[in-house]
Structure formats: C-alpha cells, structure tokens
C-alpha cells in the first residue's frame, strides 16, 4: 500500500483554516477543535478507505466548505455532522477537495460510497496515482473555482447546494445544536465570537457578482 508523501498533506498544517482565511477572512470558530475530536470519537475510520487512526492520519472534512457556508448564511454547517465526514489526510485533500484546498467536490458523498466515478479512488494513496487517473483528472477539471471567481450563476448554484444538502437553518442557538449534536456544554459568545471577528473582513458578497 502506497503512504502519502505529498507535503500537502502535513497534519500539522490546516489547510481549511488558511483557505478561509485567504478567501473570505473568516476563522474557525474556537470551540472547532472540541467539535472535531468529538467527531472523530464517533467516526473513526476514513469513508473513503476504510482506514483508522492508528493506520491513518484521519481528519474531519466539511462537504461544503465551513467559511463559504458562514458567508452564505450558515454557520450551523460547521458543526452540522450531516456536513462533516471522516477521511485520511489522502482522501481529504483529492477526493473532499479534489487537489486542491481552495475547492470542494461537490458530489464527494456519491464519490465516498463508489456510487459514481471510480471506486479505484479508495485504493489510491499519493498525487502520482491521482493524476495517472483519467476519472480523477477529469472530475478535477470540473471543480468549482475559488469563490472570488464565482459568478452569479455559480452563487445560486451553491445556495441551491445548500437546500439540497441540508435542512433549512435551525432556528436553535448554536449552543444548543452542538450540545445536541455531540454533548459539548459551551457559551454561545465562544461560538459566535470568530463570527463577531470576520465582521468587516472584507469577505465577498454572495449578492454580488465577482
């Protein structure tokens, strides 16, 4: 079995947190790493490959990217565990993100279950294999671009995603959400506090064309 030797990868290094941060200005909020480890409790295998972490370098990866979810009006899906999924650190950066950090896949739960594309994506462990693969490179072709390039269409699009992904947004604190979801007692001003500091961040606006 091949092991990940792209840099990328690096567990030290969140790659979400500064994608964020370069395209919108927005962070994670502080109760995230909580919120992770409570996750991976719970889900502690890779959906893609199977492996665990004592095999892996698991991760929690967002369907749809938190920050583009905060600027369209959704900080519940940061912590919604039906926009959360388990994958390795691998499995992560090329099928979650299909190389590409600044990007998401849109279709990653069909892709996940080997329902579309090519199931040999599960067994593929290192860019090398990724890029020797015509399915892969083609499905990456088609990624969404960074959200600065979106387009007017592209934004409907994406909030169309978010109906058809996820239920309208709750109307619950999100104190209470994520005590519901995973048994976390903490404030609502520790969750709200990185939403109070991207205000001004100069993030784009989803009304606006790009």
Same mark, same amino acid.
């Given at each position: 079995?091949?092991?990940?030797?792209?840099?990328?990868?690096?567990?030290?290094?969140?790659?979400?947190?500064?994608?964020?941060?370069?395209?919108?200005?927005?962070?994670?909020?502080?109760?995230?790493?909580? @919120?992770?480890?409570?996750?991976?409790?719970?889900?502690?295998?890779?959906?893609?490959?199977?492996?665990?972490?004592?095999?892996?370098?698991?991760?929690?990866?967002?369907?749809?990217?938190?920050?583009?979810?905060?600027?369209?009006?959704?900080?519940?899906?940061?912590?919604?565990?039906?926009?959360?999924?388990?994958?390795?650190? @691998?499995?992560?950066?090329?099928?979650?993100?299909?190389?590409?950090?600044?990007?998401?896949?849109?279709?990653?739960?069909?892709?996940?279950?080997?329902?579309?594309?090519?199931?040999?994506?599960?067994?593929?462990?290192?860019?090398?294999?990724?890029?020797?693969?015509? @399915?892969? @490179?083609?499905?990456?072709?088609?990624?969404?671009?960074?959200?600065?390039?979106?387009?007017? $269409?592209?934004?409907?699009?994406?909030?169309?995603?978010?109906?058809?992904?996820?239920?309208?947004?709750?109307?619950?604190?999100?104190?209470?959400?994520?005590?519901?979801?995973?048994?976390?007692?903490?404030? $609502?001003?520790?969750?709200?506090?990185?939403?109070?500091?991207?205000?001004?961040?100069?993030?784009?606006?989803?009304?606006?064309?790009?």
């Amino acid at each position: 079995m091949q092991q990940s030797t792209d840099p990328q990868s690096t567990p030290q290094v969140d790659y979400g947190a500064q994608v964020a941060m370069q395209d919108t200005g927005f962070q994670r909020s502080p109760i995230w790493q909580r @919120v992770e480890k409570a996750f991976l409790d719970r889900n502690s295998t890779c959906m893609a490959c199977k492996r665990n972490k004592t095999q892996a370098n698991l991760q929690v990866h967002h369907m749809l990217p938190f920050h583009l979810c905060r600027l369209f009006q959704r900080p519940d899906l940061e912590f919604d565990p039906t926009n959360l999924m388990t994958l390795c650190d @691998v499995h992560h950066l090329y099928i979650g993100h299909l190389g590409d950090w600044q990007s998401f896949n849109q279709n990653v739960q069909l892709d996940i279950q080997a329902a579309t594309r090519d199931p040999a994506w599960a067994t593929l462990f290192d860019k090398q294999a990724f890029d020797a693969d015509t @399915v892969w @490179v083609t499905t990456e072709d088609g990624r969404p671009k960074p959200v600065q390039q979106w387009n007017d $269409e592209f934004k409907q699009h994406f909030t169309d995603l978010l109906t058809k992904l996820h239920s309208p947004a709750p109307q619950e604190p999100l104190s209470q959400l994520v005590y519901q979801w995973y048994g976390l007692k903490v404030s $609502e001003s520790e969750i709200t506090s990185a939403v109070n500091a991207d205000v001004g961040s100069g993030a784009p606006n989803p009304s606006s064309s790009q």
